[in-house]
C-alpha cells in the first residue's frame, strides 16, 4: 500500500472520521499509521484516487510521500546543529526522485515548501526547516540544469505553510511543486502536493445559490462531511426531513445520490428545489434525482413510506439564536424543550430507514458560562428504538498502534464550535 499525506482542516477529528467513512463506504483498504491535528499518514491501496479530495469537506490537501526517515535526525540538525544530520536530510531528498516531476517543464521552475510539525520542539524552528528544505532543492534542479525559485513567507506567518489557495493559483499541484515535509515524533515524510481542496467551489454553493438562510446556515463544507460520514455513496436514497434551503441535499446530490427533502415550512421546500435546480444547472448533472415535500415530521413514514431510504443527514432545530453564553439552568431548558421533537423524529427515522442505513444527526451542544457544555441525551432513545451507534474511530482503522489511538476509539460522537456561535453541534452516526 503507497503511503499518503492527508492534511487536514480547523477540525481534524471530523475530518479523519470524514475520511475513514469515505474510503470505508467505497471498500478501499487503508490503515492510518499516523495522525494528529497537523497532519495524517495513510497506507491507502494502489486504486484510491487523489481526486477524491474533490469529494471529502475536511480535507485541504493530499500528499504522495517520495522519502521517510527518523526524526531524530530532523532534531539532530535543527536542535543541535549537527551538519551530518543534515547532510543525511539532504540525501534522503536527493534519492528521492522528488524534483524529477519538477524539472521536467522547460523555464524556470518556481516551487513551494510546506512544513507539518506535530513535534512541538520542532515547530518554533519550521521556518528554518523550510528554507533548508527549499535551499536543498533548489541545489538538486541546479544540477539538472534548471534555475528556480521558492516562495518564501512574510513574516507575519506564524508557521511555514503555503495554503490551498496559495496552491491553487500558483498552480503547484500541476507542475509537481510543493512539496511537503510532514515531522511526526518518530518518522518524518517528504512528499509532494498531489491534490489540493478548492474552497471556492464551496463558496459557490453557500453564497451564489438562489435562497439562503442567514441563522444557523449550515457551512456546505460541514454538511459535505456529514454526507461522507452516512456512508452515502451513488445511487443511494438520502433524506433530510428537516431540509431548510437544502444545503445537505445539495452536497448530496453532487455525490451522485438520489434525495429527499422535507420540512414544514412551504417556503423552505420552494427554496431547495430552487437551489438543487440551480446545482443541476451548475454542475451539469444531467441524471439528478431529487425531490423536496412539505410535511411533518411526526408523519415522516406515512410521508415517504417505511424502509425507502438508505440514510438520513439532518440538522433539527437547535434552539433560540444566543446574544450572550447562558447559564446552565437556561441551557438545560433549551434542551428539554427541544427533546420532544427530536425524539418524535428518531422513532420516524427508524420506520423510513432501510436496514443497516445510518443516521447521521447534529444535537444542540451547548456551552455555559461555566465553561461547561450542555447536550442532548439522545443516545438512549435512540439505542432504545434498535439503532446501533457507530464508533468514527475503530481498533481496525489504525496499524502499529499509533500513539493517542485510545483517546480515539472511545469517542463515540463529534462536536463542531464555531467561535463566533453560543450553539455548537454534536454529530451523532447510527446505524439501523
Known amino acids: 500500500m503507497p503511503t499518503k499525506l492527508f492534511i487536514s482542516g480547523k477540525n481534524w477529528k471530523l475530518s479523519l472520521a470524514e475520511l475513514a467513512a469515505y474510503l470505508n463506504a467505497r471498500e478501499l483498504k487503508f490503515k492510518a499509521c499516523f495522525f494528529s491535528k497537523e497532519f495524517f499518514a495513510l497506507d491507502v491501496e494502489r486504486d484510491f484516487d487523489v481526486s477524491t479530495i474533490e469529494d471529502l469537506g475536511g480535507t485541504i490537501k493530499i500528499g504522495e510521500v517520495k ?4 526524526s531524530q535526525i530532523v ?5 543541535e546543529k549537527n551538519k551530518e544530520a543534515k547532510s543525511q536530510m539532504a540525501e ?11 524539472a521536467k517543464p522547460s523555464g524556470r521552475v518556481f516551487f513551494g515548501v510546506s512544513v507539518y510539525c506535530s513535534d512541538k520542539t520542532l515547530r518554533l524552528l519550521s ?4 528554507r533548508f528544505v527549499g535551499s536543498t532543492v533548489k541545489d538538486e534542479l541546479a544540477s539538472y540544469g534548471k534555475k528556480s525559485k521558492f516562495m518564501g513567507f512574510s513574516k507575519e506567518r ?6 490551498n489557495v496559495e496552491v491553487l493559483k500558483k498552480k503547484l499541484v500541476e507542475n509537481q511543486a510543493e512539496v511537503l515535509l510532514c515531522i511526526s515524533k518518530q518518522d518524518s515524510s517528504v512528499g509532494t502536493t498531489v491534490a489540493v481542496h478548492n474552497p471556492f467551489e464551496f463558496q459557490k454553493r453557500d453564497i451564489y445559490k438562489p435562497n439562503q438562510r442567514k441563522i444557523f446556515a449550515m457551512p456546505p463544507r460541514l454538511a459535505r462531511i456529514m454526507v461522507n460520514l452516512s456512508a452515502c455513496t451513488p445511487r443511494k436514497v438520502m433524506l433530510d426531513p428537516f431540509c431548510g434551503v437544502g444545503t445537505i441535499l445539495l452536497e448530496a446530490l453532487l455525490s451522485r445520490a438520489k434525495v429527499v427533502g422535507v420540512d414544514a415550512n412551504p417556503w423552505c421546500v420552494k427554496a431547495a428545489y430552487e437551489n438543487l435546480e440551480w446545482l443541476t444547472r451548475e454542475y451539469s448533472l444531467e441524471d439528478a434525482d431529487f425531490r423536496v415535500l412539505q410535511g411533518d415530521v411526526g408523519r415522516l413514514a406515512q410521508k415517504i413510506g417505511r424502509e425507502t431510504v438508505d440514510c438520513i443527514v439532518t440538522e433539527p432545530d437547535l434552539g433560540p439564536a444566543l446574544r450572550q453564553v447562558p447559564t446552565g439552568p437556561y441551557a438545560f431548558k433549551i434542551i428539554q424543550k427541544l427533546e420532544p421533537m427530536y425524539f418524535s ?9 432501510r436496514k443497516a442505513g445510518r443516521l447521521v444527526l447534529v444535537t444542540p451542544y451547548i456551552i455555559t458560562r461555566s465553561g461547561q457544555a450542555v447536550a442532548m441525551p439522545i443516545s438512549e432513545k435512540l439505542e432504545r428504538l434498535g439503532f446501533r451507534r457507530v464508533q468514527p474511530f475503530t481498533e481496525e482503522m489504525f496499524s502499529k498502534n499509533p500513539e493517542g489511538t485510545e483517546a480515539l476509539e472511545g469517542l463515540s460522537s463529534l462536536v463542531e464550535v464555531n467561535e463566533r456561535h453560543k450553539v455548537g453541534r454534536e454529530i451523532h452516526i447510527y446505524q439501523k
Open 345 to 353: 423524529f428518531v422513532e420516524e427515522a427508524y420506520r423510513v430507514l
Open 92 to 102: 534522503s531528498i536527493f534519492s528521492s526522485g522528488l524534483v524529477d516531476g519538477m
Open 67 to 70: 522519502a521517510e526517515f527518523p
Open 158 to 163: 506564524r508557521l511555514a505553510q503555503l495554503s
Open 75 to 79: 532534531r539532530q540538525a535543527f536542535l
Open 127 to 130: 521556518r528554518v526547516i523550510q
